[in-house]
């Protein structure tokens, strides 16, 4: 009965939202996935039209509707241009959960988000086995960019090039930290999130270095969770909570003056999304996550307009040409586009070059780029194609999830250009 009275009020909710869409168009400009396929239901004025009574249409076409709402890759394109204001995310977001509470999960996300992502422990000791025995059913790709492709045809792999697992996560290198305030006389915690753990742990030693560098002490609690955005984004608010209460717990206990993560979509998801949709929480848990949410910053960010860190000596040849991609969570989402640039440039042998529209959406969104590949392949070779059209020896960006997908298209193409997080490129360059 409580899951029906939570269910009628986001209906109710989302009702009220939706009157404030004028139709006025401006998100078809915007929209990556209509720009593709020029269809009024893949942008976000269609899908809205479509989410009126959606009591109704759930018991006529649930599946639909479903599908309809899904084909979309909550970059915030429309929600930034939108002239009225309207909270896309916000009403995409109840969507998805009024469908999932109506419908239920699918047995493959039910298994991904309540069987393994709730239990870290388990969760760790699987991608752990997987990155053992991948080599099974991988096999390389392309040297340069040292991805992987599927031995044999697979609906989840398909023709993608993708980084290997590490062979060693970075909750093995780094079990814990809880080192004191140095130099700088700041202390931080740190969320490396999946993506940095257990595929780029290069890019969370990368940090951990450059802290250490400037005096910053670290705590870095072990047993940290997933953020929940994958479950939330899916509909599955119930093992989204169950994964934001555990890391209210292991951060419960540290003293530290900024949460930071290096990566846009856990920034963004702790920084706003844990706070803004606690609202049945009780104050105890509102007043944790709102502490957590105003102490949360993305590295690149921190180290800039916190740290202030500057380019020691004088700069090199700058012979190493790099472009940056802004990665929609970091620039529709915090409004960072600068910080990412600034840090790039730390390494004086780096010379910047913009490719064309280093803003656009580089096709990943997630779970989108595995439900709706052939979207994103196309929505990702335009990005591709800039990245080459700029000429640069490497591409950067603040969000291991468009690494990946950059790197995808990168790889698919046989291009030599390497893909890297900003804190990379800085800590190379120290001792």
């Known amino acids: 009965m409580s899951d029906m009275r939570e269910l009628l009020k986001l209906l109710g909710e989302l009702d009220d939202q939706l009157v404030t869409c004028m139709r006025c168009g401006t998100c078809q400009s915007v929209c990556p996935v209509y720009g593709q396929t020029g269809r009024e239901a893949d942008v976000a004025r269609g899908k809205i039209a479509l989410l009126e009574g959606l009591a109704y249409k759930m018991i006529h076409d649930p599946a639909g509707v479903q599908d309809k709402v899904n084909r979309c890759l909550l ?258 989402s915090l409004g960072i586009t600068a910080q990412p640039r600034a840090v790039a440039r730390l390494n004086p042998n780096v010379e910047l070059v913009e490719m064309k529209d280093a803003g656009a959406c580089c096709g990943c969104g997630g779970s989108f780029t595995l439900l709706h590949y052939d979207l994103a392949e196309r929505i990702g070779a335009k990005k591709r194609d800039n990245i080459i059209a700029s000429g640069a020896q490497v591409v950067t960006t603040g969000c291991p999830a468009c690494m990946l997908q950059i790197t995808d298209m990168l790889s698919k193409a046989g291009t030599r250009t390497r893909v890297c997080h900003p804190v990379e490129l800085y800590a190379e360059t120290l001792d």
């Open 75 to 332: 970059c915030g394109a429309c929600e930034a241009s939108c002239p009225s204001g309207v909270k896309v995310l916000d009403i995409f977001l109840k969507a998805r959960t009024i469908l999932v509470g109506y419908m239920g999960l699918p047995p493959a996300k039910k298994l991904i988000f309540r069987g393994m992502l709730t239990h870290p422990g388990l969760f760790n000791s699987l991608m752990e086995w997987g990155a053992r025995f991948q080599g099974l059913f991988t096999r390389p790709a392309s040297e340069a960019l040292g991805t992987s492709c599927a031995r044999f045809a697979t609906g989840v792999l398909g023709d993608r090039h993708f980084p290997a697992l590490a062979k060693k996560p970075l909750h093995a290198i780094v079990p814990s930290l809880d080192t004191p305030r140095g130099a700088s006389g700041l202390k931080v915690a740190f969320f490396p999130g999946c993506m940095i753990d257990k595929v780029y742990p290069n890019v969370g030693q990368a940090v951990l270095k450059i802290l250490a560098h400037h005096g910053v002490g670290v705590f870095l609690p072990s047993g940290q969770a997933c953020c929940g955005i994958p479950a939330f984004s899916s509909g599955d608010k119930r093992s989204y909570d169950r994964m934001v209460d555990e890391n209210i717990a292991r951060f419960a206990g540290g003293d530290f003056d900024y949460l930071i993560t290096a990566c846009a979509t856990c920034t963004t998801t702790i920084k706003k999304f844990w706070p803004e949709y606690a609202e049945q929480s009780d104050q105890k848990r509102r007043d944790a996550l709102d502490a957590l949410a105003a102490k949360t910053m993305d590295v690149n960010a921190f180290l800039v307009d916190v740290l202030k860190v500057r380019q020691d000596g004088e700069a090199g040849p700058r012979d190493l040409t790099v472009t940056v991609h802004d990665s929609c969570h970091l620039r529709m």
